[in-house]
């Protein structure tokens, strides 16, 4: 039998409606032919109340007792899901991380996966159950102590399945319908994409569309598992959604898939740095070891032996950044005038595989944003994808601006 | 190191601040040179949501769903529990039931202990941990699934621990104070007893007295396990509560114990049956099939080849045993002339391990309640226990003349 996986969000599974509503996507596909593997979530709003409990009660909290309280929200939504399809008459029962096992890293709460042994559930399947309902987001240690993979767990659970099961997909249900090539909530010209490849998946997850996790990306994209992300709360469509898969299962790429905007960015430049060998790793090495996620990083030509170094980072990290570059001044490891930020930037990025074999990309986004009066004030490119950061206020602009002039809102 | 069993109901752990003022208990245990394992039930409220999910998602529910959706419960005040404790430095880790493990049979919903093997938590004494918290009221099945105990179940996890690691005590804590001569609320002359025997506890707690799961005790007695009830709410006393111990460890005992009363009674009479022999089997084998939880029985003498024959039974089992009793006289394996039912009575039981070498306490009981114009409409006596059946109408004033007429408030 074909093995089908289908992971079911927070919301999704938010009340007892929702679980039946979900059950019978579960039963189509068991009609279709599938045996199933259904990932749950907790029901929404659980496991945020689970960690205040452990926030309140220990700040600094031992993270293996974390582990075991924030697991149980799953364990009660694997239980119903399988009681709701016993109701329907499919044969389908609950296993929780421990029971698989799926074995992690000790790592608690972000734990790695590191084997999902296939022949407990397999064995089932062969006496004739249809639907492994399956705890998401937790597994076991080698001490045989509870581990949670991080927030957003469950998305990678499911892709392990997909991947340990050589699932034929593996369906992550939510509470979008697809990915868009850009936030529809900023161009009503946004478009749900029928296929987007895991590296241009990749590259949005990062950037900010928050569609899934992107550890399940990478996952999914190493084991060559079929992700598809649909809603669940829109009527069933067996071509609904979007599909995230190789390079080589979309016949025909866009230059330019999406446009992507991350409000929550800052830009600081250290002014008229004393230049020498060795002074980048003298400014980001602190900034690494304060825990200062830098993204961009520009320095302009040497004059005289001073130059600016200018770098962005989230914007709730300025204040850390600040102290770290600071701090490496007084120890006399860095030497420079001014350090100056600017909280108040967005970043714009475009994406698109088809940007590999295609020049004028870059050149053209410039100049829609000069068209437009946005100035540019940092530009870092890769393989397939151009970010620039702007003035925060023009991110919308910048978006519909340059979603019309690649005419994303056409297939 | 003398290993300490302290189990707190739901009532106990009900909020963060209730674990914290259990967790302070169960630090001056560990002062006083203990180690400790603490049993714990949910957050009070916890577990009737789950069951409530449960219900609703499928009434005639698979028990093994059940059990793994509602022991989740048990897992989360289990993991802060620990945490309290870790935050007043004291070594502490939770334990799940399969961890233990805690290996009971498959009887979902209702499993029985089986083994709880002492190696796992032992070893972890032994490197420094001071306190194991375990889940309450969960087990595993030899088919690697959870198991539950039955509600209650907690109290039989405690004594089950208490036994397997020869414990120096079991000591529950619960919302009231310990165990009293009778009901409080009908006389103020109730007296908390300091020492109660397992045979008079286990009476009285069929009887009526809902301190603890009868199970619990009933274990507790096959392994002599002293077990402690006391209150989570009171200040605390090394000396708190009462202690429930062989009857070796009471020096004297009163002749009688405690009054109970149970409001919940019926009393039906077969009137006039066709006396022959195996007529009793007739009636009662259809009871039992029919799951009605049959009390006393009494037989008038037969006259003429006629008997009248009387039980009593739960109040809300009426019109089940009607039914059973009506089809087994449509079957003609019975035969009366009228089926008369009594719902308004209940049930005053004297309960005292005294009775065995003391005469005369059964006669007294009936004076006095003559005494006061109160009927007695069955009666019903065991080694330790004497009941009757009165108007319910009379509970109060029969447990208050008892009372007072046994001089229960001297200890």
Redesign the interface.
């Known amino acids: 039998m074909p093995v089908l996986v289908m992971k079911f969000g927070g919301t999704s599974v938010a009340t ?1 409606d929702r ?1 039946k509503r979900a059950a019978k996507r579960v039963s189509r596909e068991v009609a279709n032919g599938n045996d199933v593997i259904v990932v749950v979530s907790a029901m929404s709003g659980e496991t945020n109340k ?1 960690v205040g ?2 926030n ?3 700040p600094m ?2 993270a ?3 582990d ?2 924030v697991s ?2 799953e ?2 939504t ?3 899901m ?3 399809l ?2 329907m008459d499919i044969p389908a ?2 296993w ?1 991380g ?2 698989v096992p799926l074995k992690t890293t000790s790592a608690h709460g972000a734990a790695r996966i590191e084997d999902i042994p296939t022949d407990n559930i397999t064995e089932k399947f062969g006496e004739g159950m249809k639907v492994a309902v399956v705890a998401g987001f937790q597994g076991i240690s080698a001490e ?3 581990t949670t993979l991080g927030r957003g767990g469950s998305d990678t659970t499911a892709v392990a399945f997909a991947a340990a099961f050589d699932a034929i997909r593996c369906d992550i249900y939510t509470d979008v319908d697809g990915v868009y090539t850009t936030d529809p909530r900023i161009t009503k010209k946004a478009r749900k994409m029928e296929k987007v490849s895991f590296e241009e998946m990749l590259e949005m997850a990062s950037l900010g569309a928050k569609v899934l996790q992107t550890r399940s990306v990478e996952l999914a994209m190493r084991y060559k598992v079929k992700l598809r992300v649909l809603s669940s709360f829109e009527e069933y469509d067996p071509n609904a959604g979007t599909l995230i898969c190789a390079e080589e299962d979309i016949v025909e790429n866009n230059v330019v898939s999406g446009v992507t905007a991350s409000r929550d960015e800052a830009k600081m430049t250290l002014v008229s740095v004393a230049d020498r060998p060795g002074i980048a790793a003298a400014i980001f090495g602190p900034l690494a070891e304060a825990g200062v996620n830098v993204d961009m990083i520009i320095q302009n030509i040497s004059e005289e032996g001073r130059t600016d170094m200018t770098f962005s980072c989230p914007v709730d990290q300025v204040s850390r950044a600040q102290n770290a570059v600071s701090a490496a001044k007084e120890r006399g490891e860095v030497n420079f005038e001014e350090l100056v930020c600017d909280t108040e930037v967005a970043k714009i990025s475009l994406v698109g595989i088809g940007m590999r074999s295609q020049s004028g990309v870059a050149a053209k986004m410039f100049k829609t944003l000069s068209d437009e009066g946005v100035n540019i004030k940092v530009i870092a490119t890769s393989e397939i994808k151009v970010s620039v950061l702007v003035d925060r206020k023009y991110t919308e602009l910048a978006v519909q601006a340059l979603h019309d002039a690649f005419e994303l809102e056409k297939a």
């Open positions: 007892l679980i689970l409990y452990v309140e009660t220990s909290y031992d293996r007792e974390y075991a309280i149980s929200g364990n009660v694997a239980g119903l399988a009681l709701t016993q109701e029962r609950s929780q421990w029971q045989g102590r509870i």
